[in-house]
Nanobody, 121 residues
Framework: QVHLVESGGGLVQLGGSLRLSCAAS????????MAWYRRAPGKERELVASITSGGTTNVRDSVKGRFTISRDNAKNTVYLQMNSLEPEDTAVYYCNAVARVRWTLSLQNYWGQGTQVTVSS
């Protein structure tokens, strides 16, 4: 299976920056799309940004121009660069990956444990 571990979260002042990382490990697999989701206190989980295997990205409107998603396939790592952070960005951020593991026939979804991002005003 594919194991995802997020890192880089923490406490930052309004207007500050953080870079989240998500490293994938496990048996041999073929990675497809990857994405970052977040869940704020009392809110539903929402998609923040996604990136395809070919590098095509999509970012939700509320963070467009501030957040950038990227990936390093050689390192099996996906990043989320977050600039100009706002209190509304406070949430637990989760890494999601769609991958095909060796000997399996279909794509499956995998989730990281989440990393806390807190923006102080």
């Amino acid at each position: 299976q594919v194991h995802l571990v997020e890192s880089g979260g923490g406490l930052v002042q309004l207007g500050g920056s953080l870079r989240l990382s998500c490293a994938a490990s496990g048996s041999r697999f073929t990675m497809n799309s990857m994405a970052w989701y977040r869940r704020a206190p009392g809110k539903e989980r929402e998609l923040v940004a996604s990136i395809t295997s070919g590098g095509t990205t999509n970012v939700r409107d509320s963070v467009k121009g501030r957040f950038t998603i990227s990936r390093d396939n050689a390192k099996n790592t996906v990043y989320l660069q977050m600039n100009s952070l706002e209190p509304e960005d406070t949430a637990v951020y989760y890494c999601n990956a769609v991958a095909r593991v060796r000997w399996t026939l279909s794509l499956q979804n995998y989730w990281g444990q989440g990393t806390q991002v807190t923006v102080s005003s």
